[in-house]
Each structure stands twice: as structure tokens, then as C-alpha cells.
């Protein structure tokens, strides 16, 4: 009877932890997979960055969840892999929104705090917009 009770509660406690995330990945592997990814990728060398791209994905995924918001860039990054020509026209977008948001938040406000909001890569312009309107409201 011990036996089944003890059994219980270790399947119990495997549930319990296999439901938290696994903090077993840190982000300097993290960052070191992705240092190598981008080297591989801006060379254009996309046969070699498509199985990092895919380490990275898994390495996320298994250090935030399955359903957190981390894992957009790195499933960007494998699918901008998986089609060279989208990354080739998505790039230089992405970059050219990126200036479009610095500049016009220069334009916009002289709070520096705001600025300094501006040049956050990826969300930048969400924070500078959520801001503004903060700000204007009262």
C-alpha cells in the first residue's frame, strides 16, 4: 500500500514539473547558437544556418514554453531560412521601418526617455506609440 501511495505522488510531482518550464537552456547558449546562426546566415551559407535556426527554436522553446512569445524571432529566423528570398526582401524593410520609427519619434518628442524607446529593435515603435498616446491622454 506504501508502495502505490509513493507511486502516486512521484507521478504527481513528474506532472507537476514536466508543466514548468525547463530552465536547463541559459541565454548565453542561447546567444552563442545565435551569434553562429547569424554568421552562417549573413554569409548566405543557409544550408548550414537552417539546423541552427533549428537548435535555437528548440533551445527556446524548452527554456520559456511551447507558448511563449520568445519564440517569434527564432521561428522568423527558420522560416527566413527555409526562403531566402523573403529574407532578402524582409531585411531591408525591416530596416528601413526601423529608421522610419527612430526618426519620426526624434521628430515627434524631445523626451529623451521616449527616444531612448525608439531604437529597441522589434518593438520599439509599439513602445514609442504607446508613449505618445499615454501622454497625450493626460
Not at 2 to 30: C, N, Q, Y
Not at 56 to 83: D, F, K, S
Not at 90 to 99: E, K, N, S
Not at 104 to 114: D, I, N, P
Request: charged share 15%; aromatic share 8%.
Amino acid at each position: 500500500m506504501a508502495t502505490r501511495k509513493s507511486h502516486m505522488w512521484l507521478g504527481a510531482a513528474a506532472i507537476l514539473f514536466a508543466a514548468l518550464p525547463s530552465f536547463a537552456v541559459s541565454d548565453a547558449e542561447r546567444l552563442e547558437v545565435y551569434k553562429e546562426f547569424l554568421s552562417n546566415f549573413q554569409a548566405k551559407q543557409y544550408a548550414e544556418a537552417q539546423p541552427l535556426a533549428e537548435k535555437l527554436v528548440t533551445m527556446t522553446e524548452t527554456q520559456y514554453g511551447p507558448e511563449e512569445l520568445q519564440l517569434i524571432t527564432p521561428l522568423a529566423n527558420l522560416a527566413t531560412v527555409h526562403l531566402p528570398a523573403v529574407s532578402s526582401l524582409v531585411g531591408p524593410t525591416h530596416g528601413c521601418a526601423y529608421l522610419f520609427v527612430v526618426v519620426l519619434t526624434a521628430r515627434a518628442t524631445r523626451a529623451t526617455r521616449v527616444r531612448a524607446m525608439a531604437v529597441v529593435p522589434g518593438i520599439g515603435g509599439l513602445l514609442v506609440l504607446r508613449e505618445l498616446t499615454r501622454v497625450r491622454r493626460g
